[in-house]
């Protein structure tokens, strides 16, 4: 069981920056591969940005070039900076990890292992 631990989300104006990690205690996150998704009221979970196991990045492109993930290796964390923040990025943002596609996945259910979530609130 890999048990995966959000922190960075909070409440910010349309335009600011806010900046989520992941961090998985006892595991090494390079061993995995990594996905920030999202899910607003109502809506469905969507795929935000993911990195494979060998450092490949893909965002959504509803957040490509506002957002980018990243991973630290010395820091075993994955992170995902968010600029230029808009009402419509609010969401409960969840990390996951995934052993079975070490290329990384846009699919929620190819991830076996999730954070509890984290509320990132944009206001207009």
């Known amino acids: 069981q890999v048990q995966l631990e959000e922190s960075g989300g909070g409440l910010v104006q349309a335009g600011g920056s806010l900046r989520l990690s992941c961090a998985a205690p006892g595991r090494t996150v390079s061993g995995y591969a990594m996905a920030w998704f999202r899910q607003a009221p109502g809506k469905e979970r969507e795929f935000v940005a993911g990195i494979s196991r060998g450092g490949t990045t893909s965002h959504a492109e509803s957040v490509k070039g506002r957002f980018t993930i990243s991973r630290d290796n010395a820091r075993n964390t994955v992170s995902l900076q968010m600029n230029s923040l808009k009402p419509e990025d609010t969401a409960v943002y969840y990390c996951?990890?995934?052993?079975?596609?070490?290329?990384?996945?846009?699919?929620?259910?190819?991830?076996?292992?999730w954070g509890q979530g984290t509320q990132v609130s944009v206001s207009s």
């Open positions: 996951a990890a995934t052993a079975r596609r070490p290329l990384g996945s846009r699919n929620a259910y190819e991830y076996d292992y």
